[in-house]
């Protein structure tokens, strides 16, 4: 075998459909478009998922309705039952649960239930444990060990401008012998207000006192304004 003779196999490739090159193509004529319809148009622009009409499937097949949470913390729930198979005084964690094919996942973190009956002496730990679970295995000797989870560290957020503004610290100004007395427990005295009546008896003795302002004396040599006028 030579190069030039290389083929690929037998109906592995097709040869293009050559439509609109006249009757001899064997397409001639409607090109393979059939008579006058919708899609003899050259204009036609149907969606692939369009079914002549019909309901389409994208449309009969039931959605997924509801509220899912995307934070929601799915966690790698184990049964009593399943612990069996350890010996007596071992120390369960969860890589020796991950290598022993009991759970695939830690997820957000390990929960043992109470199904079924524990007949070893284990310390478990785990995530969490229901009220069962830990009051079966301290009956059987062993310990339930929770596991500390730390709180996840959350990116800052700007605050919302509908939320009051922190309060600050009131500043304090006072004079350095007024912050001795405060601190000695010295409260310094308020001023007295000054009743209604003192208020008025100043007052009028302030009318009294005033004089009144000398008037200007009138000079010849001061020129008088003309008003009206000017006589001829």
Do not use: C, Y
Request: glycine share 10%.
């Amino acid at each position: 075998m030579k190069l030039h003779e290389l083929q690929p196999s037998p109906g592995s490739h097709h040869a293009r459909k050559r439509v609109g090159r006249g009757p001899g193509s064997g397409h001639g004529k409607t090109a393979t478009r059939g008579q006058k319809g919708q899609g003899a148009r050259t204009s036609v622009n149907l969606p692939k998922t369009f079914e002549g009409g019909q309901t389409r499937l994208t449309m009969r097949v039931p959605k997924l309705r509801g509220f899912h949470n995307k934070w929601r913390k799915r966690f790698a729930v184990l049964n009593l039952t399943r612990l069996n198979r350890f010996e007596d005084g071992t120390e369960i964690r969860p890589e020796s649960l991950l290598e022993a094919g009991i759970i695939k996942d830690v997820g957000a973190g390990i929960k043992v239930l109470g199904t079924g009956d524990l007949r070893r002496k284990l310390t478990i730990h785990a995530h969490r444990f229901s009220a069962e679970a830990k009051r079966k295995i301290e009956a059987a000797g062993g310990t339930a060990a929770v596991i500390e989870v730390p709180p996840p560290i959350r990116e800052k957020t700007k605050r919302a401008k509908n939320q009051p503004k922190p309060a600050r610290p009131a500043e304090t100004t006072e004079a350095p012998e007024a912050a001795e007395k405060a601190e000695s427990g010295e409260a310094a005295a308020p001023p007295a207000k000054a009743s209604k009546k003192e208020k008025q008896d100043k007052s009028a003795a302030a009318g009294q006192n005033a004089q009144p302002a000398p008037k200007a004396s009138k000079s010849s040599d001061s020129p008088k304004p003309q008003k009206g006028n000017k006589k001829a």
